[in-house]
T-cell receptor, first 114, second 118 residues
Framework: AQSVTQLDSQVPVFEEAPVELRCNYS??????LFWYVQYPNQGLQLLLK??????LVKGINGFEAEFNKSQTSFHLRKPSVHISDTAEYFC????????????FGRGTSLIVHP | GAVVSQHPSRVICKSGTSVKIECRSL??????MFWYRQFPKQSLMLMAT?????????EQGVEKDKFLINHASLTLSTLTVTSAHPEDSSFYIC??????????????FGQGTRLTVV
C-alpha cells in the first residue's frame, strides 16, 4: 500500500515570492504522482502529474514539480506566486499497474499575502 | 480535460430525511466513479468505488446502508445519504475515471456538494 506525507499543513508567503510545497511518498512499487489544487467549496483540479519520462513536470498556472525517486519526493514549486494561488494543494500517489485509486496527502494550505 | 458535473453544489436538509447527490460525466463515459468525503481542513477520504452495472465497493467503516450508491449508466452515479443526521454534514466529492484500469488514467473531479443537516 502507498502513503503520502505533506510535511507542511500551512505555507504563508508574500506575493511574487517563490514557494515550494513538499510531498513525500512511500510505496513498494513504481508510482504515478499528482498534484491537485482545491479552491474553497470546490472540487479538485489537476495541476500536474508524473507518469514516466522526464522527472521535471510542468503544469498549469506556472507550477512545476520534480520527481526524485531516491528521496521519494515530488515537491511542487512556483517561482512567483499570486494572490489567486491561495488555495489548498493536495499531493496524490497511485501505484502503476494497479487500479486507479489515488491516495491523497492531508493537504497544504498556501496563503499568499499582498 | 473531461468534465464532471456534481449536483447540487449545496444542500440543507432536516435530520431524518434523505438526500441524493448526482455525479455526471458530461463528455466521456465513466466505467468507474469514486465518492469521497472531506472534513474541514482535512484530506479526501475515499468512501466507495462505483462501477457501472454492479454493486459499489465500500471502504472499511463506511455504512453501505446509509450511503447508497447507484451507478446506473456510464455517465451517472448517485450517492444517497439516507436518514441524514447532523454528523453526516460534510463536503462530498465525486470523481470519474476515463478508460479502464491503470494508474495512468486520470480522474476528474466534480465541484463537490456541501451537505448540512439541521
Amino acid at each position: 500500500a502507498q502513503s503520502v506525507t505533506q510535511l507542511d499543513s500551512q505555507v504563508p508567503v508574500f506575493e511574487e515570492a517563490p514557494v515550494e510545497l513538499r510531498c513525500n511518498y512511500s510505496s513498494s512499487v513504481s508510482v504515478y504522482l499528482f498534484w491537485y489544487v482545491q479552491y474553497p467549496n470546490q472540487g479538485l483540479q489537476l495541476l500536474l502529474k508524473y507518469l514516466s519520462g522526464s522527472t521535471l513536470v510542468k503544469g498549469i498556472n506556472g507550477f512545476e514539480a520534480e520527481f526524485n525517486k531516491s528521496q521519494t519526493s515530488f515537491h511542487l514549486r512556483k517561482p512567483s506566486v499570486h494572490i489567486s494561488d491561495t488555495a489548498e494543494y493536495f499531493c496524490a500517489v497511485s501505484e502503476s499497474g494497479g487500479s486507479y485509486i489515488p491516495t491523497f496527502g492531508r493537504g497544504t494550505s498556501l496563503i499568499v499575502h499582498p | 480535460g473531461a468534465v464532471v458535473s456534481q449536483h447540487p453544489s449545496r444542500v440543507i436538509c432536516k435530520s431524518g430525511t434523505s438526500v441524493k447527490i448526482e455525479c455526471r460525466s458530461l463528455d466521456f463515459q465513466a466505467t468507474t466513479m469514486f465518492w469521497y468525503r472531506q472534513f474541514p481542513k482535512q484530506s479526501l477520504m475515499l468512501m466507495a468505488t462505483s462501477n457501472e452495472g454492479s454493486k459499489a465497493t465500500y471502504e472499511q467503516g463506511v455504512e453501505k446502508d446509509k450511503f447508497l450508491i447507484n451507478h446506473a449508466s456510464l455517465t451517472l452515479s448517485t450517492l444517497t445519504v439516507t436518514s441524514a443526521h447532523p454528523e453526516d454534514s460534510s463536503f462530498y466529492i465525486c470523481s470519474a475515471r476515463v478508460g479502464g484500469q491503470g494508474g495512468n488514467t486520470e480522474a476528474f473531479f466534480g465541484q463537490g456538494t456541501r451537505l448540512t443537516v439541521v
